[in-house]
């Protein structure tokens, strides 16, 4: 079957550096998504992985090993703001996405 | 940027009530999907569209029908809503199929069934 696993939950420090993983096993891969999605609202995208390695936007970065079914988000100087879900999403062999669950990011003064 | 907008962000409805769930997007995107979400369980696909009056079914059709006569539009019709169909339900627009690209959502439509 198709699974994709992350935290249920974390909670880091305003200021400080979360890693959020998300660990995959589907049918096939096309790309690795991760969203945002804050509470009420609809997810709004973040960014995407096809290839093993890491992607750089601004505060947030994204890494990806195929040959592991892993990857994380990585979110550095963290913001009051930055309290969310985040959605780990994979797009299998036939271009669908398959979600995870989500991870709740608490953040703390 | 691309708009996907749901016609209500709240919905009450009656057990055994036809109700319709509309989206429209502005992008002139081909691939429309229709989730729900609901707490612990992540987004489920109930249906989705390659184009026009085409019409696949996702991981949860059950209870639910599609229509799609525009490419803009995406309708998820619940035929006869029951209480287990309270939860948010979710509109989002892509690319083409065999594109990676991600999709885009719309605010939602948090629907209660009582």
């Known amino acids: 079957g198709q699974n994709i696993d992350q935290p249920t939950e974390m909670t880091a420090t305003e200021g400080a550096i979360v890693q959020i993983n998300c660990t995959y096993q589907t049918s096939g891969f096309n790309g690795l998504f991760w969203y945002q999605q804050h509470a009420g609202e609809a997810p709004t995208f973040l960014s995407y992985?096809?290839l093993d390695g890491l992607e750089e936007k601004g505060r947030f970065s994204s890494f990806l090993s195929r040959s592991k079914g892993y990857s994380y988000l990585l979110l550095k100087e963290l913001q009051m703001k930055d309290s969310a879900s985040y959605l780990c999403?994979?797009?299998?062999?036939?271009?669908?996405?398959?979600w995870g669950a989500g991870t709740k990011l608490i953040i703390k003064p | 940027d691309v708009k996907v907008t749901q016609s209500s962000r709240y919905l009450v409805k009656r057990t055994g009530e036809k109700v319709f769930l509309e989206c429209v997007q502005d992008?002139?995107?081909?691939?429309m999907f229709w989730y729900r979400q609901d707490p612990g369980l992540g987004l489920r696909l109930i249906y989705f569209s390659y184009d026009v009056k085409m019409k696949e079914k996702g991981d949860i059709p059950e209870g639910y029908s599609v229509s799609r006569e525009k490419k803009e539009r995406f309708s998820l019709i619940l035929e006869s809503a029951s209480t287990n169909q309270t939860s948010m339900y979710l509109c989002?627009?892509?690319?083409?199929?065999?594109?990676?690209?991600?999709?885009?959502f719309g605010d939602g439509t948090r629907l209660s069934i009582l």
């Open positions: 989002a627009s892509r690319s083409p199929r065999g594109e990676v690209q991600p999709q885009h």
């Open positions: 992008m002139d995107h081909e691939n």
């Open positions: 999403a994979v797009m299998d062999s036939n271009y669908q996405l398959i």
């Open positions: 992985n096809v």
